[in-house]
């Protein structure tokens, strides 16, 4: 069975820093493009940053320069350190995994990132 379990989630204050992981059982994120979703309330879930195979990465617009993903894949977990927050990027945060070979994919229950002052 697949889980991904999203943790470092919580209330920070505006320029502050967060880091989340997300912890992968049942695959190998070795063979696998995994991404940080995030959705705000009343919005659409929105693309944040990937790492595909090879460590090549990608971010959205909204959080280059300040957010960095980053895998372990002896510790089979994605990392999602984000600083200089801003109240904006107050959302649930999503870890995506998806195959590039059969395009199975896997999504984590979320965790809660707030910033607030």
């Known amino acids: 069975q697949v889980q991904l379990v999203e943790s470092g989630g919580g209330l920070v204050q505006p320029r502050g820093s967060l880091r989340l992981s997300c912890a992968a059982s049942g695959i190998t994120i070795r063979d696998y493009t995994m991404r940080w979703y995030r959705q705000a309330p009343g919005k659409q879930r929105e693309f944040v940053a990937q790492s595909a195979r090879g460590h090549i990465t990608q971010y959205a617009d909204s959080v280059k320069g300040r957010f960095t993903i980053a895998r372990d894949n002896a510790k089979n977990t994605v990392y999602l350190q984000m600083n200089a927050l801003k109240p904006e990027d107050s959302a649930v945060y999503y870890c995506?995994?998806?195959?590039?070979?059969?395009?199975?994919?896997?999504w984590g229950q979320g965790t809660q990132v707030t910033v607030s002052s």
């Open positions: 995506d995994a998806t195959s590039s070979a059969t395009m199975d994919e896997h």
